[in-house]
């Protein structure tokens, strides 16, 4: 199949194999096999968005993180053969993407991610950890770069690793005005007040139809990563959102609902004209994620291209 035959196809993947319950949130239309643990994949990217909702004028660039994940899970099931019902652990997701990536056309965005899988790793016969990068091309130039990793348990492996989690959430806290994160519904706000400036407590809404599309035992990465944009908004004290047009994220440890995580951010050095932001999840003293973001500079002087490209 030719990369413009993969781009014409009308209907996205099954949902099952992206891990959404809803197929309005399916951003993957096809993949191919290319060669040995490398692929091509299709998507395209609405030019608006319920919750991914265009930014200064762009995409959200969640939505490519959004897409990176899913991929993983398409690849994993579809290529290397993992059961439904075994568990994806995220462990790390990073991207960079550029201006000309973000752009709104006439049209939905069609999109094309080349894939090389890599660090893959098996137990008891299936897949248990891999990373992969992917290149994301639109129009055929390529625009973004991503890496993410995951590791996949099996459903014993699973239950005995949760064992003695709580199972009790806490109360909802009030959220913080959606001005404040970058937000413009109050439904989509992740975080609530703290103890200090540059410090809020995880809000985690689990009615929330896209942040938890269906039920999860603990909070979602992609959870963690919007928390990590609206950290870096109400610290940056921005009159108006600016994408984070690179970020770098890890993973170590499992977020409960069933006591608080504070979201914690500081300024970091930016050798570009971006502002850098470091983020980090704590919860019961241990730091549970971290993400470093570069948010897009008004003047536009961050050039072509990104970071990573």
């Known amino acids: 199949m030719s990369d413009d035959d993969l781009l014409a196809l009308t209907a996205t993947v099954p949902r099952q194999y992206v891990h959404r319950a809803a197929v309005a949130e399916v951003f993957l239309t096809g993949w191919r096999a290319d060669g040995p643990d490398s ?69 939905p965005a069609d999109v094309e991610l080349k894939i090389t ?26 625009v973004a770069e991503a890496e993410a990793a995951f590791g996949c348990a099996s459903p014993a ?53 896209i942040l938890f599309d269906h039920p999860v035992d603990h909070v979602p990465g992609m959870v963690l990563l919007e928390a990590a944009r609206q950290a870096a908004h109400a610290l940056h004290g921005a009159s108006r959102r600016q994408p984070p047009i690179t970020m770098d994220s890890v993973f170590t440890r499992y977020v409960e609902f069933g006591s608080p995580c504070y979201i914690e951010a500081e300024h970091i050095h930016s050798a570009g004209p971006g502002p850098r932001v470091r983020v980090r999840g704590v919860q019961d003293g241990a730091e549970s994620f971290s993400a470093t973001l570069t948010l897009w500079s008004p003047d536009g002087a961050q050039g072509r291209r990104g970071g990573l490209l």
Not at 60 to 88: M, N
Not at 94 to 103: D, H, K, M, Q
Not at 117 to 142: F, K
């Open 117 to 142: 899988c890599g660090d893959i790793a098996y137990r008891s016969g299936h897949l248990s950890r891999m990373r992969y990068h992917a290149v994301l091309l639109r129009e055929g130039r390529p």
């Open 39 to 107: 692929f091509t994949v299709a998507a395209q990217w609405p030019r608006t968005h319920a919750f991914f909702t265009p930014v200064a004028g762009r995409l959200d660039p969640l939505l490519l993180a959004e897409t990176v994940r899913q991929t993983g899970a398409l690849l994993a099931h579809a290529e290397y053969q993992v059961p439904f019902g075994h568990q994806f652990l995220l462990q790390s997701l990073s991207y960079s993407v550029t201006e000309e990536g973000l752009r709104i056309g006439a049209t």
């Open 157 to 209: 492996v699973y239950r005995r690793l949760r064992a003695g989690a709580p199972s009790k959430a806490l109360p909802l806290p009030q959220a913080l005005s959606p001005r404040a994160v970058g937000r413009e519904h109050p439904q989509d706000v992740v975080l609530a007040a703290a103890d200090r400036p540059g410090r809020w407590q995880l809000r985690a809404d689990t009615t929330h139809p």
